[in-house]
């Protein structure tokens, strides 16, 4: 079973401060990455993909990819009590149709 | 479209009841995926099925069964329920298989 690895968490920011979340993977050939939010009781729901290297912009979150390092990102810009939730990394397993999915980190943005 | 929909949301079940959860998409994805997620952990991949009548074994496939008669359900059955299967189960669901899986609302299972 290959591994993604997220730190256990939890992080605390301020409101209006950068959050950094971090995702490291085992598998070489894996091609799709995600990261999802999931609030508490409730379903994941996509916040980035990102299939190549380098940084994607959406907003107010930042993804970033390095596949050399096997490593994939998630910034959060002027967090907001709103973005507190669990946070979740996903890599698709070689190649193929399954993800694999981190312990999830979770974000708490104080007032 | 209402999307990926799954029932109960709720379910308190004696040990060695049997239950079947039910999923159903209306996106017509040909991917469709069972997890659970145990508290403070990630989501384990049960089963998953590519297309009607085909499925496949996920990392924590034992106590589970799947079938997918069509492309809109993908019912998990649990036989023999066990303290082990309390967890929340999710069910997804999509279109190519390595795009963005959409999550139904999931169903809260507590065995005793």
């Known amino acids: 079973q290959k591994e993604v690895e997220q730190n256990s968490g939890p992080l605390s920011v301020p409101e209006g401060a950068i959050a950094s979340l971090n995702c490291t993977y085992s598998d070489r050939v894996s091609q799709s990455f995600f990261w999802y939010r999931q609030y508490s009781g409730k379903s994941p729901e996509l916040i980035m993909s990102i299939y190549s290297n380098g940084d994607k912009e959406d907003g107010r979150f930042t993804a970033q990819l390095n596949k050399a390092s096997q490593y994939v990102s998630l910034l959060i810009r002027d967090s907001q009590p709103s973005d507190s939730a669990t946070y979740l990394c996903?890599?698709?397993?070689?190649?193929?149709?399954?993800?694999?999915f981190g312990k999830g980190m979770k974000l708490t943005v104080n007032p | 479209n209402a999307g990926v929909t799954q029932t109960p949301k709720f379910r308190i079940l004696k040990i060695g009841q049997s239950m079947t959860l039910q999923c159903t998409q209306d996106?017509?994805?040909?991917?469709m995926y069972w997890y659970r997620q145990d508290p403070g952990m990630g989501l384990k991949l049960i089963y998953y099925s590519v297309g009607a009548g085909i499925t496949d074994k996920g990392e924590v496939p034992n106590g589970y069964n799947v079938s997918r008669s069509t492309t809109e359900d993908f019912p998990l059955r649990l036989e023999l329920a066990a303290p082990s299967q309390t967890s929340v189960y999710f069910c997804a669901s999509n279109p190519t298989g390595r795009d963005e899986q959409y999550f139904g609302p999931g169903t809260r299972l507590t065995v005793t």
């Open positions: 996106m017509n994805h040909n991917y």
């Open positions: 996903a890599v698709n397993q070689g190649g193929s149709e399954k993800l694999v």
